[in-house]
């Protein structure tokens, strides 16, 4: 298996040295709970479980109550019209909103066992075991090798040899290693924009991720690209448990397991997205499926 295996451990929850409030006020906070959250017949276990997630910009609230469990080794596709709060949902995941000011969260992200969200939590270590990829490739300003080995070299110490075979085994794995075997060192903005975007979810595997979130990862890059990144999908969860951001409805029937559909910072309905496109238990859901608005 992984030369790496034994360089992870568990997700770590609160150190008691190093607690710091993340949500003020948490008393104030009542889970409401809304229609068309209940749980499905999921099969396997979730992975993650969500739990009266509430979400702010400074003092606008733009998430309300989101419930939502998401199954192990499937894709979970959610949807909704601009603005609803998919992608507000998704980066709640590996708490990436930190980055910017006056974005908070409350509620429950329950990983592993361990609230995601809770104060104290080991953001470097929940940020490797939860990788994300955005909608335009962020490659870095380097090789397409150092890309790769960027986390490797982070996360666990390896010799030059063993980085390599890593290395070769994530650019495999996303079909990219054929493609680039003899430009390993060339600048990783030279690849072409849909290769850029394998290059991220294989510098994102490189990791071992046990959750993936993709956000809109095909909306820029071309048709040929977007099919690769869709068969890449279809593959991954073989390994990973995948969550991905779609405006797309047909990509969403193509690739998911799952499907949430969001409206207002609401999550709406949750099911098997079988049932959700064609059998959909609310109003909205079938308007908005429909092309009635969004």
Known sequence: MSLMRQSFGRLRGPDPDR????????????????????????????????????FFYGNRQVLFDNNLEVPSNRVTAIIGPSGCGKSTHLRAYNRIFELYPGRRARGEIMLDGVDVLAPGVDVIDLRRRVGMIFQQPTT??????????????????????????????????????????????APAASLSGGQQQRLCVARALAIRPELLLMDEPTSAIDPIGTSRIEDLILGLKRRVTVVIVTHNLQQAARVSDFMAFFYEGRVVEFGPTSQVFHRPSEHLTEDYLSGRFG
């Not at 409401?32 to 276990?45: A, M, N, S």
């Not at 790769?148 to 994530?170: M, N």
């Open 140 to 185: 870095f300003p380097m090789s397409v090798f150092d890309n790769v080995a960027f986390g490797l070299r982070l996360h666990a110490s390896l010799r030059a040899d063993a980085l390599r075979f890593e290395v070769e085994q994530a650019l495999g794995s996303v079909g990219l290693w054929d493609e680039v075997r003899d430009r390993l060192n």
């Open 19 to 54: 607690v710091r409030p993340l949500n003020p006020n948490p008393d104030d906070h009542v889970c409401r709970g809304i229609q068309g959250t209940v749980r499905p017949d999921l099969g396997p276990p979730p992975k993650a479980r969500v739990r009266c997630l509430d």
